[in-house]
């Protein structure tokens, strides 16, 4: 599988400066990354938030650093800078690149899954399907594992962490049961492969952990 780009930090909007009369151009931009509140301009912030749209190609899995840059050479609006724009958010942590079906654990290891929006639990139709959406508006439904781990990863170093502990269920496991018998590296596949949509959809979002 090819890789994939999602942003990363949570949105905290405009800042305007404190001035009469009112300016109505803000004067940045800000992201909370990591320990930082970044400060980005009107057209890097345009750019980071084109990495939320189209949460249905996002579900896919088809949203990548070309797509992402041909999107915005292409919009109503064209960038023309789009490519050095995207390289540069990428080094600077805003965007991340991953193979949903590689090596995921240098880069799970590098960021924590913070959970955004409710649990709406499963349905009686569908009762393999957890949905996380807000108030009765589901957003995206999850298998079981993926929606426990959205769940509770917040509490963990770092998302390869919580895979680690996921896939090791010998202390939460009932006499009689059998363990889930997961790979920390299948349950981070598992996560991967729905990451993307969560994301675009405001149901979770990647933060930077410091370096070990």
């Known amino acids: 599988m090819s890789t994939v780009i999602v942003p990363a930090g949570l949105s905290m909007g405009p800042r305007y400066r404190y001035v009469r009369p009112p300016d109505p151009n803000p004067e940045c931009y800000e992201v909370h990354l990591g320990d930082d509140l970044v400060e980005l301009t009107e057209t890097e912030a345009a750019v980071w938030a084109a990495a939320f749209l189209y949460p249905d190609q996002h579900a896919k899995l088809t949203v990548n650093r070309n ?24 080094a600077r942590g805003l965007l991340v690149e991953f193979d949903p079906d590689g090596d995921l654990q240098p880069v799970f290891s590098r960021h924590k899954l913070l959970p955004l929006a409710q649990g709406l639990g499963a349905t009686p139709e569908a009762p393999h399907q957890h949905r996380i959406g807000i108030g009765d508006h589901a957003l995206v439904a999850l298998p079981v594992d993926v929606y426990g781990l959205w769940s509770f990863s917040y509490r ?40 993307p949509l969560l994301i675009a959809a405001g149901c979770a979002f990647l933060d930077p952990v410091a370096a070990a």
């Open 67 to 90: 797509s992402l840059v041909r999107m915005l050479e292409t919009a109503p609006k064209p960038e023309p800078h789009a490519a050095r724009y995207v390289d540069d958010l990428i």
């Open 156 to 195: 963990d170093e770092n998302l390869w962490r919580a895979c680690v502990l996921y896939a090791d269920d010998s202390e939460n496991i009932e006499d009689g049961d059998k363990p889930m018998s997961m790979t920390p590296s299948q349950v981070a596949r598992d996560i991967a492969g729905h990451l």
